[in-house]
Every structure is written in structure tokens, then in C-alpha cells.
């Protein structure tokens, strides 16, 4: 699926937001990361998530 190549900021999580929509832990979330299930960008010392990633991890569509 192709992005336009300016998203929308509501589009774009911070690892605190993606926490609170996901409803679970930080450990967990970069657990989720690391394994791959959920793609997430750093950027400095944090990350980003796209809600879009997120919806289809919750949706069971994750691409791992």
C-alpha cells in the first residue's frame, strides 16, 4: 500500500501515544518491535509508529 509522501501528523505516533492506543506497557511495545511484529521508525532516541501499522497489528494483519 502506497503512502503519500506527506502524512497527515494524526497518522504518526510517538512511542508515549502508541502506548495509550495499544493499551499495553513500554516493555511490551518494544518487545512487539523487536520481533517484528510491529514496524516502528527511531528517530534520536525515540520512535515513531504509524497508526496505520498499529491498526493492522490489532486487525491480526502484522506482517510477520
Known amino acids: 500500500m502506497e503512502r503519500d509522501?506527506?502524512?497527515e501528523t494524526k497518522d504518526v505516533m510517538k512511542?508515549?501515544?502508541a502506548i495509550?492506543?495499544?493499551r499495553?506497557?513500554?516493555t511490551t511495545l518494544f518487545r512487539l518491535v523487536k520481533d517484528g511484529r510491529i514496524k516502528a521508525n527511531r528517530l534520536g532516541r525515540?520512535?515513531?509508529f504509524l497508526k496505520e501499522e498499529l491498526d493492522?497489528?490489532?486487525r491480526g494483519e502484522s506482517e510477520n
Open 24 to 26: 499495553t506497557t513500554k
Open 15 to 17: 512511542t508515549s501515544e
Open 5 to 7: 509522501k506527506f502524512m
Open 46 to 48: 525515540d520512535y515513531r
Open 56 to 58: 493492522n497489528f490489532l
Open 20 to 22: 495509550i492506543y495499544l
